[in-house]
């Protein structure tokens, strides 16, 4: 009987950026061991995913994804992604067993005491927006990609790869902006007891690599890696 019981696979859960979709992680996901189920989920009002909370807050935004994700599942978010898989250890432990961290900072908006984005950035995306969605994500696309050898080829790709799904709901593209302008996490990431791993890129320019320290005495038993 016992050689007739299947182990489930866990669960690898892939949280995409602001402005994006799970189609960023095409060229991901083809490295990643077939020993993980991969879910990757669009964000609320991304993608595939045109039902999103009305006021876009934290809360809701975080409920909604947690449908969506097993428990014990190992959840890896980018950018935003990152700072709602936080929002889900902190609110959902049962759901994530351990905590990965993309290019994510627990506050995005710079502060006297923690690197991050000028205001005056996201004030400019905030006004950008309510002209031209498309044009901002491109604009936004080619910010990631700066300091890159192939930053033309790597914009290129991104394009190709979120080109498969329709643009974002205004709504939601405006209210996830809000998320990185006012959440501040840092309390609830000390005190998370999932493991968590960071991956940062020391030449970019929203999440700067001045925040790995900071983030490693917040999680004295984290791994943080630069690339």
Not at 101 to 124: I, R, T
Not at 197 to 209: A, E, K, N, Y
Request: include cysteine; aromatic fraction near 8%.
């Amino acid at each position: 009987m016992a050689e007739n019981l299947k182990i489930a696979q866990p669960s690898l859960v892939l949280l995409h950026g602001w402005g994006l979709n799970s189609g960023v992680w095409q060229g991901v996901t083809a490295l990643l061991p077939a020993a993980y189920t991969l879910i990757t989920p669009d964000l609320p009002g991304f993608g595939a995913s045109r039902t999103f909370p009305a006021s876009y807050s934290l809360e809701q935004v975080v409920a909604q994804l947690a449908t969506q994700i097993p428990d014990n599942s190992d959840v890896c978010g980018w950018s935003l992604g990152g700072l709602l898989a936080i929002a889900l250890a902190k609110h959902y432990p049962h759901k994530v067993a351990r905590l990965g961290l993309c290019a994510a900072s627990p506050c995005f908006l710079a502060a006297q005491d923690w690197p991050g984005m000028q205001a005056k950035v996201l004030q400019q995306f905030a006004a950008a927006l309510s002209d031209n969605i498309a044009q901002t994500i491109q604009r936004f696309l080619a910010i990631q990609a700066m300091g890159s050898e192939h930053a033309r080829a790597d914009i290129q790709h991104l394009r190709q790869t979120i080109a498969a799904y329709p643009l974002p709901e205004p709504a939601a593209v405006q209210g996830a902006l809000r998320l990185l302008a006012e959440q501040d996490l840092r309390s609830w990431l000390s005190t998370l007891s999932q493991p968590v791993r960071g991956c940062f890129g020391r030449l970019d320019s929203l999440v700067p690599v001045a925040v790995v320290p900071k983030l490693q005495a917040l999680l004295p038993n984290a791994k943080f890696t630069v690339v």
